[in-house]
């Protein structure tokens, strides 16, 4: 059964690289990588531009299609040793000592074509459907619970997500959709005892729509357009172990307070031109 489960997690493998995971396509069938928070009054979107900090150098920087840049690493206190890049997912390590990754970070933007065509969902430019949309495409929240770098999920086992909280915000005249919630791992049938009841999770994910013409240059289109999300996450564990539950709870707010360091790094793409001039 393992090995099987193994050759179907090969085949959601390939299907992601068909989407892609970056904001290098346009909307020819293009998925991207992006980010995002969202506004939820005039008030707050004033705050939230204002506490902007702009770098003269981004130490990794991250694009969010043809809306701009963020700075993945602007807050170091977590993860300690920093984000290390993978194909589809970029792993975050507390000490980098050989251990598993205690937080991960993901973005993509889909285009139209690959909406309609490849994952046979609804296209929408209206921000508030976004979030809905993509939380049926499966490849991109199956790579959470199926990375022996943090948890394998087995066939057994079947995962939700559940939403905790959401939110509108701004970043540099920019609205995205802020969610918090978690993402639990449970046996398909509860009387199989050889997997934990309850494995958890916790996720921010940052829900926005870049549009074509956003950026000034034709590079800056290249990098994507569509409907977009950003998701930062902690290793999910097993909650019956009072220490594991305790650290992942603790990771958890500790990974907010990067994630928002992070999203308040935003630069428009003319912005994050001009940084370091």
Not at 72 to 77: G, I
Not at 129 to 148: C, H, M, Y
Not at 174 to 200: A, C, M, Q, S, W
Request: proline share 3%.
């Amino acid at each position: 059964m393992h090995n099987i489960k193994r050759i179907l997690l090969i085949g959601i493998l390939a299907t992601a690289s068909i989407i892609g995971s970056g904001c290098k396509k346009s909307d020819t069938g293009a998925s991207s990588a992006t980010i995002a928070e969202n506004t939820t009054n005039d008030s707050k979107a004033e705050e939230t531009t204002k506490s902007q900090t702009k770098k003269k150098a981004f130490k990794r920087a991250e694009t969010l299609g043809t809306i701009g840049w963020i700075d993945l690493e602007d807050d170091e206190s977590f993860p300690k040793a920093g984000y290390i890049p993978l194909p589809y997912l970029t792993l975050g390590f507390d000490e980098n000592k050989g251990e598993l990754a205690s937080c991960y970070f993901r973005n993509i933007c889909v285009g139209k074509t690959d909406a309609e065509e490849t994952l046979h969902v609804e296209y929408t430019e209206d921000l508030d459907k976004i979030p809905g949309i993509l939380k049926n495409f499966s490849t991109f929240w199956n790579s959470f619970v199926e990375d022996e770098r943090m948890y394998f999920m087995f066939s057994s086992q079947q995962y939700e997500v559940v939403v905790d909280n959401t939110e509108k915000v701004t970043y540099g005249g920019v609205d995205f959709i802020k969610e918090e919630g978690h993402i639990d791992v449970t046996r398909k049938d509860p009387e199989n005892t050889n997997y934990p009841e309850l494995i958890r999770g916790g996720y921010i994910a940052y829900y926005y729509f870049s549009p074509k013409d956003a950026g000034q240059l034709e590079s800056d289109t290249m990098q994507g357009y569509g409907m977009g999300m950003a998701v930062w996450g902690v290793r999910p564990v097993d909650m019956s172990d009072a220490e594991e539950a305790k650290t992942m709870e603790e990771n958890y707010e500790k990974l907010k307070k990067a994630a928002e360091a992070s999203m308040k790094t935003f630069s428009s793409q003319e912005e994050y031109r001009s940084l370091g001039k």
